[in-house]
């Protein structure tokens, strides 16, 4: 267990699921005994989430610098890190990065693990971003020693796509937080958790909310965590649609452990997600989901009408419906979040033994 695991992030200082994720695995791992680093492609001297104080963080330094420019010098900033810190894995924790770890590693004995966090048939960006992406998964599957994809779906399409089908593994990605403690479901609050960009559809919660508002429960509350640039938006349609007094935006938060006890409901309304932690997080207080159907990710999270609903992509109106049942009936509520929260399959100590399977 004398191996070095770098984890190669664009910038660990963020704040997004992809860096929780990866704290939280990498703390586990250094926990049982492996030798762990991040590097960050920029920035990247703090960590936004949590770090034992044994791991090291590292950066190339590269933020504000055009990679067009600059791409040659990158790819050889991470040979010489790699090389002089003998480092044995190396985990991407995007799939973007392959473009530079996969020519770095040349002549080195450095392994590339491929981390992939967005559903396989995710449109996240423009068409050029969206075909770098496709390119990398190609480079990914064909050049690293390891991919990973979040879902068994996902698992399926990476497959196609080769014949070196072992170098695919599914891994589902664990609940984040530790503490596991069941909500009361007895608050009149609604909770949404995610980065305020449009890909979170947070508008089309505010447009469900009024459809919630209109039939009444003047007492309840939507509470939204998180920052991000669609924030004046969000508040100006809140305003027109004179319901931002029941709406909360509480911007980024480091522990929401809080907001999910003290909550009763919990809505997600992006357009894509691979494999939603949030999700997860609001599961393991018992909160009963309701979803669009934004993926596989979701579909292999939540067994619908069992421990959580999803409701048809776009479905605004079927939405409100969704979450006026659960505010009406809690007897309901508390079936679903009981479910969800007695689920134990994507607990951290069973998802880090895969990981470690991969290094031995």
């Known amino acids: 267990m004398n191996k ?54 590292y950066s190339l330094e590269m933020e504000n ?18 090389k002089s810190n003998q480092i044995d894995f190396l985990v991407d924790i995007d799939t973007i990065l392959t473009l530079f770890s996969v020519p770095a590693t040349i002549l080195l004995n450095t392994k590339v693990i491929s981390w992939d966090h967005f559903s396989f048939d995710a449109k996240i960006g423009n068409f050029a971003q969206d075909t770098i992406r496709f390119f990398s998964r190609l480079i990914s599957i064909n ?5 990973i994809c979040l879902t068994k779906s996902d698992e399926k399409h990476y497959k196609s796509l080769l014949s070196l089908k072992k170098n695919v593994i599914q891994i589902y990605n664990p609940v984040t ?41 003047k007492d309840w509350n939507l509470d939204i965590i998180g920052g991000g640039d669609e924030l004046e938006n969000l508040l100006k349609l809140s305003k027109n649609l004179k319901i931002e007094n029941s709406i909360n935006f509480f911007g980024k938060q480091k522990n929401i452990s809080d907001y999910y006890k003290n909550s009763s409901i919990f809505v997600l309304t992006s357009f894509s997600e691979g494999f939603p ?16 159907d934004c993926g596989s990710g979701i579909k292999e999270i939540i067994i619908n009408k069992k421990d959580g609903i999803i409701v048809k992509q776009n479905d605004i109106k079927e939405l409100a419906i969704q979450i006026i049942k659960l505010i009406e009936n809690k007897t309901y509520r508390d ?18 033994l895969q990981w470690e399977k991969i290094f031995e």
């Open 277 to 292: 932690l949030v999700v997860l997080e609001a599961r393991n207080f018992g909160l009963p989901v309701i979803s669009f």
């Open 4 to 57: 070095k695991i770098c984890f190669f992030s664009g910038d660990i200082s963020r704040s997004g699921g992809t860096e929780r994720v990866a704290t939280v695995i990498a703390n586990e791992l250094n926990n049982r005994g492996w030798e762990v680093c991040f590097l960050s492609l920029g920035n990247g001297k703090s960590s936004f989430f949590p770090l034992n104080k044994s791991i090291p963080l």
């Open 177 to 217: 937080l530790n503490l596991k403690e069941e909500s009361k479901r007895n608050k009149k609050r609604v909770l949404a958790v995610g980065h305020l960009n449009k890909i979170k559809g947070h508008d089309r919660l505010i447009k469900a909310w009024k459809l919630v508002k209109s039939k009444g429960y």
């Open 335 to 352: 079936f679903l979040g009981k479910n969800a929260f007695a689920d134990k399959r994507f607990e951290l100590k069973n998802i880090i």
């Open 65 to 82: 610098k055009s990679m067009k420019i600059n791409y040659i010098k990158t790819v050889r900033k991470l040979h010489r890190f790699l």
């Open 143 to 147: 050049f690293s020693f390891r991919t």
